[in-house]
C-alpha cells in the first residue's frame, strides 16, 4: 500500500510513500534501544524483526487548494538510500494534480527526505521549483539552522539542501515565516524541536476538526508508547522526548488526528489514546 486515504473536515488527505528503502537493524535507527526492548513491538518490525520506515509525505486538497506537506526523496536514484527512486510524481498524476495544480509546499523540516521533490532539472539541467504557481514555506529557525550550514549535518543532507532547496529561494517562491506562524488559513506551524532545533509540525484545522501533521517528531509507532525512544537522525534526543510527551499529553483522546510520514501507511494516520499511564497508537482506518 503505497497511499492512504483520510477525511479531517473539508480536507481530503493523501499519505503518501515517496520510498520505501530496504529494511534495516532497529539497532542502527534507534542505537540506544536494545534489542529486546523490541520484543512487545514486533508487530511494527517485518517478520525478520527488521525496521522498514516509510518515507512519506502528504497532499492535503480542500478549499486552500493543493497543499504539500513535505516533499520525499524526490525522483533519484539517491545513492544514499540504494539509488532509491521516489514515486511522488506518479501518484499525484493518479490524483488528477499536476505539478502546477500546487499551490503550498509546507516544510516541516528541510531534511533530505523531506525535501526532494521541491526542484527538478529544467531542458537545460538547471534546478527550478517542481511546482511553478506554489508558494514554499519553511519556519524561520529552520532556515536559519541550515542557513549556518553547521558541521552536526550530514553530508546527504546537506547536499540536497543545496540541490533542491536553494534553487527555489532562488527563485523567489521561499517564503520563511515566524515560527508558529499561520502562513495558509487553517495552517498553522507548531515548534516540535528535536529531529532538528527548528523542526515544526503542521496543525490542520477544518470545520472543527484538526489534524496534526507531526513530521519526524516519531519514525515508528512504537514511539508514542516509546517516547523516550531517539530515532538517530535526532539532532536534539532530548529536546525531541520533550516535544513527544508535550504533544502526546496535549492531544490524547481530543479527536485530533496525528500525521506521521515514516510510518506504514494504513497507519500514518490515528489518534493517541491514554493507555496505562502512557500512550498508545490507534490509526485511523484509511
Ligand atoms: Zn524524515
New binding site residues.
Given amino acids: 500500500m503505497d497511499i492512504s486515504r483520510t477525511t479531517v473536515g473539508r480536507l481530503e488527505i493523501f499519505g503518501i510513500a515517496d520510498a520505501r528503502p530496504a529494511p534495516v537493524d532497529p539497532a542502527r535507527s534507534y542505537p540506544d534501544v536494545p534489542r529486546e526492548a523490541w520484543t512487545p513491538h514486533a508487530r511494527w518490525l517485518t517478520a525478520e524483526g527488521l525496521f522498514r520506515p516509510d518515507?512519506g509525505c502528504f497532499v492535503v486538497r480542500g478549499p486552500a487548494g493543493v497543499v504539500l506537506v513535505d516533499a520525499g526523496i524526490g525522483p533519484g536514484p539517491v545513492a544514499y538510500l540504494g539509488e532509491a527512486r521516489g514515486t511522488l510524481r506518479r501518484h499525484l498524476d493518479a490524483l488528477g494534480i499536476g505539478l502546477a495544480d500546487v499551490t503550498s509546499v509546507l516544510f516541516t523540516?528541510l531534511?533530505f527526505?523531506?525535501v526532494g521533490w521541491a526542484s527538478l532539472p529544467d531542458a537545460q539541467g538547471a534546478m527550478r521549483p517542481s511546482f511553478p504557481n506554489a508558494r514554499y514555506v519553511v519556519g524561520r529557525s529552520e532556515w536559519a539552522f541550515w542557513e549556518a550550514s553547521p558541521q552536526s549535518v550530514m553530508a546527504h543532507h546537506r547536499e540536497a539542501f543545496e540541490r533542491v532547496v536553494r534553487p527555489v529561494a532562488v527563485a523567489g517562491q521561499l517564503v520563511v515565516v515566524e515560527d508558529g506562524a499561520e502562513p495558509i488559513d487553517g495552517f498553522a506551524y507548531r515548534r516540535l524541536p528535536g529531529?532538528t532545533p527548528g523542526h515544526q509540525g503542521i496543525l490542520a484545522t477544518s470545520v472543527g476538526a484538526r489534524c496534526l501533521f507531526a513530521?519526524?517528531l516519531c519514525?515508528c509507532p512504537v514511539q508514542v508508547r516509546e517516547w523516550r525512544w531517539s530515532h538517530r537522525?535526532d539532532v536534539e534526543p532530548e529536546a525531541g522526548r520533550a516535544s513527544r510527551r508535550a504533544v502526546f499529553g496535549e492531544l490524547a483522546d481530543t479527536g485530533t488526528l496525528l500525521a506521521f510520514?515514516?510510518f506504514p501507511r494504513g497507519a500514518d494516520i490515528g489518534e493517541v489514546h491514554a493507555d496505562g499511564g502512557g500512550w498508545r497508537w490507534a490509526p485511523v482506518a484509511g
Fill in positions: 518515507l523540516h531534511h527526505d523531506h529531529n513530521a519526524d519514525h537522525s510520514g515514516h
